[in-house]
């Protein structure tokens, strides 16, 4: 393969996938880790890209960037809702409370749940997310609470100290989290200091943590952590966590549903 058609190869897997590896380019192309680092110097300067550590990221993906609901939902549709199925089975067989953060996954789930049958268990959902709420507000058998807060336009969620606060008084069976990244060292992280807020209370409150991520998410670092590795119980994802990420949620004992 010529050089220009490995990196428009690259350029199409950072499209689909959000983020490559050194390594994996490597073994993808059978070159060395050297070749692919000058390859992704040449499309950083070109702006095809960001390098970060150990591989490189689209450009446009910044720690603190963000795309908005429709554009989110639009996104990875399938395998979100992949995700949201297998993410379904884990609620427990009994009445149970759980949370459902805010985000394009759990919104998914959160349709799953409003069509459930009639026979299904009581279930008190807590959220923070107005698209979750709007589709909870009728659903039978489901008794919504809405954590209340300063509305973010670009997620749709309320957040704040009032938001945290209501959550002090509630100690919910699951919850059910989205996330923008998930790393072997840096865990959990959000672009926004106020939702990584809120979502550092969810992990505190709830009895268990399960985390829905694609597999863009994957190795993924954005500007704000809010909870680590060992403080997941529960992945459910799509992707390959890298080997360095695999070998990170074993040590803290985290399961992996592939969905």
């Known amino acids: 393969m010529f050089a220009e058609e490995r990196h428009g190869a690259i350029a ?17 192309f059978a070159i060395t880790p050297e070749t692919v680092r000058r390859d992704l110097a040449l499309l950083e300067e070109l702006g095809e890209l960001r390098r970060v550590h150990g591989g490189a990221v689209s450009a446009d993906r910044g720690s603190t960037a963000e795309t908005s609901v429709p554009e989110r939902l639009a996104t990875h549709s399938g395998e979100k809702h992949r995700i949201a199925t297998a993410a379904l089975a884990l609620l427990p067989r009994r009445e149970a409370s759980i949370i459902l953060d805010a985000g394009t996954t759990t919104e998914v789930l959160a349709g799953l749940i409003a069509h459930r049958g009639a026979d299904a268990p009581e279930l008190l959902v807590l959220t923070n997310s107005i698209p979750i709420a709007t589709a909870l507000s009728s659903a039978p058998r489901v008794t919504l609470h809405f954590l209340g807060g300063r509305v973010r336009g670009v997620t749709q969620a309320a957040v704040g100290a009032g938001t945290v606060a209501a959550l002090r008084s509630f100690r919910p069976d699951i919850a059910f989290l989205g996330t923008n990244g998930i790393h072997e060292d840096f865990g959990l992280s959000t672009p926004d200091p106020e939702e990584a807020a809120v979502k550092e209370a969810f992990v505190q409150s709830a009895r268990r ?21 060992e403080e997941v119980d529960t992945l459910v994802t799509d992707g390959e966590p890298s080997p360095a990420l695999a070998e990170a949620l074993t040590a803290a004992e985290a399961e992996v549903v592939r969905a």
């Open 12 to 28: 199409e897997l950072l499209t689909a996938q959000g983020r490559v590896s050194v390594t994996d380019l490597a073994q993808r």
């Open 209 to 229: 943590t399960v985390v829905l991520a694609d597999a863009s998410k994957l190795g993924a670092e954005t500007l704000v952590r809010f909870a680590g590795l």
